[in-house]
């Protein structure tokens, strides 16, 4: 994710695996609208219902980036050995209190940071910068974001090569009516309608809807003659049956250009592309921590300013400035 810095704002632009093409009825069935207003309707009660603790277990990893000013060439990286690791507590709300603003709360007890560069890697701003999609995992996942809108906004059929353990859980492939790119999928426990796992791929007009800022976007074209020419996004969810979250996978390509002003007053452009993957394991523990070691993990958007005196910039300081190590990496 990159950051730009204002005086009181910063600007940030999150950095993706193409799903597995499955070949699907096109037919809708009946009963699916059903299943899954049932499953929006009762998803407060099927899911985490207490405030409970987890050991988390969180990666991001540069994936690789491409920089080139006018026809020259500048940077080209198939694979970076720039990557993070953090593991701690991390708190989780109940679905119900989520929905009434509840948050995630963490405890960072071991960061790594790996780099060919650790004087940069160690400065407070890119380190925020690593935790950055730690919160789009968890606030953006389709299990928690699936709602009304959603389901009218998209078509659905059933997969019929999917199998589970469990005879009750099909898999529900859906498209958008609205998207050329806007597709995935739900592992859906027809009895219970509890989804176990979601996967959404999202285009550049997708993500820019559901994931940016109108407001924040325009801003960037106008002052920072910054325009977005593709971005996609992946994310994937994992619940266990008991409904407590377990595994997460955020996947982001972009590519961007940039126009600047040269000294010989003539119009020069810069391209850059870039993609990004993080992972979150959680597990159940019986270990806690107080209330002030905690520290408060706010959604927020793709792309937003972020005032210098909101809570959301406080976040950033915090989790900046969290110890960490530093292993250079040639």
């Given at each position: 994710m990159a950051q730009t810095e204002g005086a009181d704002s910063s600007f940030q632009i999150a950095h993706v695996r193409t799903m597995q093409e499955v070949l699907v009825r096109a037919d809708e069935p009946t009963w699916i609208r059903a299943k899954l207003k049932r499953f929006i309707k009762e998803r407060a009660k099927n899911y985490q219902t207490e405030p409970r603790f987890g050991?988390?277990?969180?990666?991001?990893?540069?994936?690789?980036?491409?920089?080139?000013?006018?026809?020259?060439?500048?940077?080209?990286?198939?694979?970076t050995s720039n990557r993070f690791e953090s593991q701690g507590l991390l708190l989780v709300p109940s679905m119900a209190q989520m929905r009434a603003?509840?948050?995630?709360?963490?405890?960072?007890?071991?960061?790594?940071?790996?780099?060919?560069?650790?004087?940069?890697?160690?400065?407070?701003?890119?380190?925020?910068?690593?935790?950055?999609?730690?919160?789009?995992?968890?606030?953006?996942?389709?299990?928690?974001?699936?709602?009304?809108?959603?389901?009218?906004?998209?078509?659905?059929a059933v997969n019929e090569q999917f199998e589970h353990r469990n005879r009750n859980v099909v898999q529900?492939?859906?498209?958008?009516?609205?998207?050329?790119?806007?597709?995935?999928?739900?592992?859906?426990?027809?009895?219970?309608?509890?989804?176990?796992?979601?996967?959404?791929?999202?285009?550049?007009?997708?993500?820019?809807?559901?994931?940016?800022?109108?407001?924040a976007l325009g801003l960037l074209h106008l002052f920072l003659k910054t325009e977005l020419k593709d971005w996609t996004v992946n994310l994937r969810a994992a619940y266990d049956e008991e409904g407590q979250p377990r595994e997460f996978?955020?996947?982001?390509?972009?590519?961007f250009t940039t126009w600047s002003d040269t000294k010989k007053k003539r119009r020069e452009w810069i391209d850059s592309k870039s993609s990004v993957e993080t992972t979150l394991m959680i597990r159940p523990t019986a270990r806690t921590a107080s209330s002030d070691a905690l520290i408060d993990i706010y959604p927020t958007k793709h792309v937003e300013i972020v005032n210098s005196k909101s809570r959301?910039?406080?976040m950033q300081q915090r989790l900046g400035a969290v110890p960490r190590a530093y292993r250079l990496v040639r």
């Open positions: 050991e988390y277990s969180f990666r991001y990893r540069d994936m690789g980036s491409d920089l080139q000013r006018g026809d020259k060439r500048l940077v080209t990286d198939s694979v603003d509840s948050l995630f709360r963490i405890v960072p007890e071991q960061n790594i940071v790996y780099g060919a560069d650790t004087a940069l890697a160690s400065k407070p701003d890119s380190v925020y910068l690593h935790w950055t999609h730690f919160n789009d995992m968890l606030y953006d996942n389709l299990i928690q974001t699936f709602d009304s809108r959603f389901l009218r906004q998209h078509r659905f529900l492939i859906f498209w958008s009516k609205r998207y050329d790119l806007d597709r995935g999928y739900l592992n859906l426990d027809t009895a219970r309608c509890v989804a176990l796992e979601a996967e959404r791929h999202s285009g550049l007009e997708c993500v820019k809807a559901e994931y940016g800022n109108s407001f996978r955020y996947q982001s390509s972009r590519h959301k910039y406080k």
